[in-house]
């Protein structure tokens, strides 16, 4: 079974920063793009950001354009998101999940970690 | 940039009552490009349907998925007790982007 095992959340300060992690395992890590997607409490699920395979092709939403930074470690089967600049809008649990495939354009999330929160705080 | 919209916001239905969402695109999308996922209290979202209609390995077949034109929709024939849940719709399409629907939450009468 496919398991996705996100950490590295926390409080935080204001402009502070933070890196998740989102161990992979029981499937093939380096032939799947990966995705963080979030969920501010209590509202709905936002897309964040999402890589290519090999980690050359990134993307992300606007509200974290420039902030934050999506990679990728296949030989550690590890995906991670490098957050700077924290605001409180960005307090949300982060889920890491899966694309089914190697594609980020045409394709859905078919698993889910089950989140890290992020709490953005002074 | 397309939009989902969710409704109702909330479904108040009985065990073994038919539940019936709402997913409309604010524009045309490939009916291949739509999924729908569940989410319980304290739980990561677990995947229903992809491509409109096509149901995830494991799914029971009393959830289904159509559309027509731009509204999509998720039927649960028969609500069972642990589908009392929040429901997401998604667009995936040819930008990298995911797009999802506010969310319909089905609770117990």
């Known amino acids: 079974e496919v398991q996705l095992l996100e950490s590295g959340g926390g409080l935080v300060q204001p402009g502070g920063s933070l890196r998740l992690s989102c161990a992979a395992s029981?499937?093939?890590?380096?032939?799947?793009?990966m995705s963080w997607v979030r969920q501010a409490p209590g509202k709905g699920l936002e897309w964040v950001s999402a890589?290519?395979?090999?980690?050359?092709?990134?993307y992300y939403a606007d509200s974290v354009k420039g902030r934050f930074t999506i990679s990728r470690d296949n030989s550690k089967n590890t995906l991670y998101l490098q957050m700077n600049s924290l605001r409180a809008d960005d307090t949300a649990v982060y889920y890491c999940?899966?694309?089914?495939?190697?594609?980020?354009?045409?394709?859905?999330?078919?698993?889910w970690g089950q989140g890290t929160l992020v709490t953005v705080s002074s | 940039e397309i939009v989902l919209t969710q409704s109702p916001g909330t479904l108040s239905l009985s065990p073994g009552e038919r539940a019936t969402l709402s997913c409309r695109a604010s524009?045309?999308?490939?009916?291949?490009?739509l999924a729908w996922y569940q989410q319980k209290p304290g739980q990561a979202p677990r995947l229903l349907i992809y491509?409109?209609?096509t149901r995830a390995t494991g799914i029971p077949d009393r959830f289904s998925g159509s559309e027509s034109g731009t509204d999509f929709t998720l039927t649960i024939s028969r609500l069972e007790p642990e589908d009392f849940a929040v429901y997401y719709c998604?667009?995936?399409?040819?930008?990298?982007?995911?797009?999802f629907g506010g969310g319909t939450k089905v609770d117990i009468k």
């Open positions: 890589l290519s395979t090999n980690g050359g092709a990134t």
């Open positions: 029981e499937f093939t890590f380096s032939t799947s793009a």
């Open positions: 999940a899966k694309y089914n495939g190697g594609a980020v354009a045409g394709r859905y999330l078919d698993h």
């Open positions: 491509g409109a209609s």
């Open positions: 524009q045309s999308v490939s009916s291949s490009y």
């Open positions: 998604q667009h995936y399409g040819s930008s990298p982007s995911l797009t």
